[in-house]
């Protein structure tokens, strides 16, 4: 399984909107509905953000929404915050156990 | 509360063996997958080796293929990755994760492994 494709580094001001892109395959982002996104923090863990391509688990705040199109999902942040920079990866199901990551992109809240 | 811890991270020689351990408590692993991600330094995120419910079945990145070996014991509420030929690539933090069968959505805080000599 190779890696999704995410682009390195994103940036955004306060109170704008941002969003990254994570482009897979038929086989996995494009053959599921499971794609899900992690917000990291340095030196912490990985934070499940959004899960099922759109779903938002209890405690995230409706700021990140999640879409699909084909063999790409995206993210977007709305009303960026000061938190919010952080690293941010795609995850998607990829049958039987399998999950392949995305590459990662770093958001920076200029 | 539910939690997920690693141990049995360390500083290995290239070519040497390590033996990582996850104990989940809060939850009975019975009924979800398994599966260690492991993060290098300053790198992104990449799952190495995954296992079934009632592991009979598992799954190895091409990068681990041949030298990890992941097994559960259901009944200590473990989970386990036998690590050989280590390689300096190796090093990184490994975490321990499950979740629903789409979704990971419970993380150990992870183990470090070091290869280097």
């Known amino acids: 399984q190779s890696a999704l494709t995410q682009p390195r580094s994103v940036s955004g001001s306060p109170g704008q909107s941002v969003t990254i892109s994570c482009t897979g395959t038929?086989?996995?982002?494009?053959?599921?509905?499971?794609v899900s996104w992690f917000q990291q923090h340095p030196g912490k863990g990985p934070k499940l953000m959004i899960y099922?391509?759109?779903q938002r688990p209890s405690g995230v705040p409706d700021r990140f929404f999640g879409s699909k199109s084909g063999n790409t999902a995206s993210l977007t942040i709305s009303g960026l915050q000061a938190d919010d920079e952080a690293d941010y990866y795609c995850?998607?199901?990829?049958?039987?156990?399998?999950?392949?990551f995305g590459s990662g992109t770093k958001l920076t809240v200029l | 509360e539910v939690q997920l811890v690693e141990s049995g991270g360390d500083l290995v020689q290239p070519g040497g063996s390590l033996r990582l351990s996850c104990s989940a408590s809060g939850f009975s692993v019975n009924d979800f997958g398994l599966h260690w991600v492991r993060q290098a330094p300053g790198k992104g995120l990449e799952l190495t080796s995954s296992i079934s419910p009632n592991g009979d079945i598992t799954y190895y990145a091409d990068s681990v293929k041949g030298r990890f070996s992941i097994s559960r014991d259901n009944s200590q509420n473990m989970l386990y990755l036998q690590m050989s030929s280590l390689r300096a690539e190796d090093t990184a933090l490994y975490f321990c994760?499950?979740?629903?069968?789409?979704?990971?959505?419970?993380w150990g805080q992870g183990t470090l492994v070091t290869v280097s000599s």
């Open positions: 099922d391509v759109s």
């Open positions: 994760v499950t979740g629903s069968a789409y979704y990971y959505d419970q």
């Open positions: 995850c998607s199901y990829a049958g039987s156990y399998i999950f392949v």
């Open positions: 038929s086989s996995d982002v494009g053959g599921y509905n499971y």
